[in-house]
C-alpha cells in the first residue's frame, strides 16, 4: 500500500514543470513522459509486492496446510501407540488361577447291622461265630498273645487282628463296634464242626469228607457254606491252615 502513494509527488512535480512555463510541447511531452515512467514504476513496485505478498499467502497456506496435514497423520499413530501401550498393559497383567477343586471324600461304606451266621469254630470251648461283636468273644478268649491294626480300605475306621497262640482273628470296623469276619487257624489241635483236624492233611482227604471246593486254585480250596466260607491253603497238597470267613468281605 505504501508504494502506491509513491506516485502522487511524482504527479505533483509534472504539473509544477507544466506551472513554470517553457516550450508547452516539449514541457507535455516531458510531463507526459516523466509522469509516464513513474507510473511505470510505482505499478511494478506494487505489482511486484503484490506479488511478495501472494507467494508469502501462498507460503503460509501451504505451511498450515502441512501442519494440519502433518498434525492429522500424526494423530493416529499416537492413537495407535496408546492403543498397543493399553494391549501390552493388558497383556501383561497375569491371570488368575483357577483354583482345582478338590476330589471329594469317598462315603464310608454302610454295613448292614451284622447277624450272625451258623458258621463259626469252637474254641476254647466256646461257640464262636462270624459277624459276632468282638467285645463279646474277647472275655471268652483271655488274653491276647499279638494284637495289629491297620486303617481300613473299605470301611471307615481300622481293621484289627487279635492274635490267640495259633489262631488270628480279624474283625472290621463298624459304627457300633469290630466285627469278626474272619478266623484263621494254624494250630493242628483244633478240629472243625464235624471233627476233622485239617492240618497236616492230604487235600484229597478233605475232599473225600467235603467234596469238591466251590472254588479252587493250585492251593488254595474254597467251600461255601451260606454267607460264609471255609477255606483250606496247601502247600503240596498238603494243609498248612484253614479258616471260616464271611462272603461279603
Not at 140 to 168: C, D, H, I, M, R
Request: proline content about 7%; aromatic content about 8%; charged content about 15%.
Amino acid at each position: 500500500m505504501k508504494k502506491a502513494f509513491g506516485i502522487f509527488p511524482v504527479l505533483m512535480i509534472a504539473l509544477a514543470l507544466t506551472a513554470c512555463g517553457g516550450n508547452k510541447t516539449d514541457n507535455t511531452e516531458a510531463t507526459t513522459e516523466a509522469v509516464s515512467e513513474a507510473v511505470s514504476e510505482a505499478s511494478t513496485e506494487v505489482g511486484s509486492e503484490q506479488t511478495t505478498l501472494a507467494v508469502s499467502t501462498q507460503a503460509a497456506t501451504q505451511a498450515t496446510t502441512n501442519a494440519q496435514t502433518q498434525t492429522t497423520t500424526k494423530a493416529p499413530a499416537a492413537k495407535t501407540a496408546t492403543k498397543t501401550s493399553v494391549s501390552t498393559a493388558s497383556s501383561s497383567t497375569p491371570i488368575p488361577a483357577v483354583p482345582t477343586p478338590a476330589a471329594p471324600t469317598p462315603a464310608p461304606r454302610v454295613i448292614p447291622t451284622p447277624t450272625k451266621k451258623d458258621l463259626g469254630l469252637t474254641l476254647k470251648g466256646n461257640k464262636i461265630l462270624l459277624n459276632t461283636n468282638m467285645s463279646e468273644v474277647a472275655p471268652l478268649l483271655g488274653s491276647t498273645t499279638n494284637y495289629a491294626e491297620e486303617p481300613s480300605k473299605e470301611f471307615s475306621g481300622k481293621e484289627k487282628t487279635f492274635t490267640y497262640g495259633l489262631v488270628n482273628i480279624y474283625t472290621y470296623p463298624h459304627s457300633t463296634g469290630d466285627y469278626i469276619d474272619e478266623i484263621e487257624i494254624n494250630d493242628p489241635a483244633i478240629t472243625t464242626d464235624t471233627g476233622l483236624a485239617p492240618i497236616g492233611m492230604n487235600i484229597s482227604e478233605v475232599k473225600a469228607v467235603y467234596g469238591e471246593p466251590s472254588f479252587f486254585d493250585s492251593s488254595f480250596y474254597v467251600y461255601e457254606a451260606g454267607d460264609c466260607y471255609t477255606y483250606y491253603s496247601t502247600e503240596n497238597d498238603i494243609v498248612k491252615y484253614w479258616g471260616v470267613v464271611l462272603g461279603y468281605i
